[in-house]
């Protein structure tokens, strides 16, 4: 029987995606290179803040300005964050129900895990039990290191957890913690990319994800 949701945050129960390209674009323009557009960005993320600089600066940047510009990326961040950026409809209502039922729910995310707990805390209060990110120490999803704290914290085993994301690196994080995965078609990727990177369950909601949730809850 499984116990255990979970979420990747970025596309998944948060659309940050406006303020992470305002971010981006400000930090460009500081140092004098091209804006990046809306799409362009939403290619970009998924696999934290100095990859997603890494593929917005002009080609063949120097390592040097790259890193400034990561540096000057997240400070900026910090205090840019919550502007635009809100939960996907119908995602404070679902994580409602599954605190109530008392399914453990945690949060994976390759966002630094200070900025993490904050948006977790401040748009899902208590109802998310755990919140795993970016420490500096341990590698990034699709390493599934973070996933192990997880399965940790909670004394379960992979059979117990299933994984909710909307990227590539989710579908990889789930396969290689051993997780069973839901895919979110409202994210950061269209369902193609998910098809090629081995996804096979999809949520174009969260009525749908919901009612997949419930099916293994009920019959695993």
Same mark, same amino acid.
């Given at each position: 029987?499984?116990?255990?949701v979970? *979420?990747?945050?970025?596309?998944?129960?948060?659309?940050?995606? *406006?303020?992470?390209t305002?971010?981006v674009?400000?930090?460009?323009?500081?140092?004098?290179?091209?804006?990046?557009?809306?799409?362009?960005?939403?290619?970009?993320?998924?696999?934290?803040?100095y990859?997603?600089?890494?593929?917005a600066?002009p080609?063949?940047?120097?390592?040097? +300005?790259?890193?400034?510009?990561?540096?000057?990326?997240?400070?900026?961040?910090?205090?840019?964050?919550?502007?635009?950026?809100?939960?996907?409809?119908?995602?404070?209502?679902?994580?409602?129900?599954?605190? &109530?039922k008392?399914?453990?729910?945690?949060?994976?995310?390759?966002?630094?895990?200070?900025?993490?707990? &904050?948006?977790?805390?401040?748009?899902?209060?208590?109802?998310?039990?755990?919140?795993?990110?970016d &420490?500096?120490?341990t590698?990034?999803?699709?390493?599934?290191?973070?996933?192990?704290?997880?399965?940790n914290?909670?004394?379960?085993?992979?059979?117990?957890?299933?994984?909710?994301?909307?990227?590539?690196?989710?579908? +990889?994080?789930?396969?290689?913690?051993?997780?069973?995965?839901?895919?979110?078609?409202?994210?950061?990727?269209?369902?193609?990319?998910?098809?090629e990177?081995?996804?096979s369950?999809?949520?174009?909601?969260?009525?749908?994800? +919901?009612s997949?949730?419930?099916?293994?809850?009920?019959?695993?």
């Amino acid at each position: 029987m499984k116990n255990t949701v979970i *979420f990747d945050l970025d596309g998944t129960l948060i659309d940050t995606l *406006f303020d992470l390209t305002d971010s981006v674009n400000y930090v460009l323009t500081e140092n004098k290179m091209p804006k990046r557009t809306y799409d362009e960005i939403r290619s970009f993320v998924g696999n934290g803040i100095y990859r997603t600089i890494e593929l917005a600066v002009p080609l063949n940047t120097p390592k040097e +300005l790259t890193d400034k510009c990561y540096k000057e990326m997240v400070e900026y961040y910090k205090t840019h964050s919550l502007i635009k950026t809100k939960p996907y409809e119908g995602v404070q209502e679902l994580i409602k129900v599954l605190h &109530d039922k008392k399914i453990n729910t945690a949060v994976a995310t390759n966002k630094t895990e200070p900025a993490a707990k &904050d948006i977790v805390k401040m748009f899902f209060g208590e109802n998310i039990d755990f919140v795993v990110g970016d &420490d500096k120490k341990t590698p990034l999803k699709p390493n599934p290191d973070n996933i192990i704290k997880i399965f940790n914290h909670f004394n379960i085993k992979p059979e117990e957890a299933i994984y909710i994301g909307d990227s590539e690196v989710d579908v +990889l994080t789930a396969k290689n913690s051993n997780l069973d995965m839901i895919a979110v078609l409202w994210g950061f990727r269209d369902k193609e990319i998910l098809i090629e990177n081995g996804a096979s369950k999809f949520a174009q909601n969260t009525n749908e994800l +919901l009612s997949l949730l419930n099916s293994y809850f009920s019959h695993s």
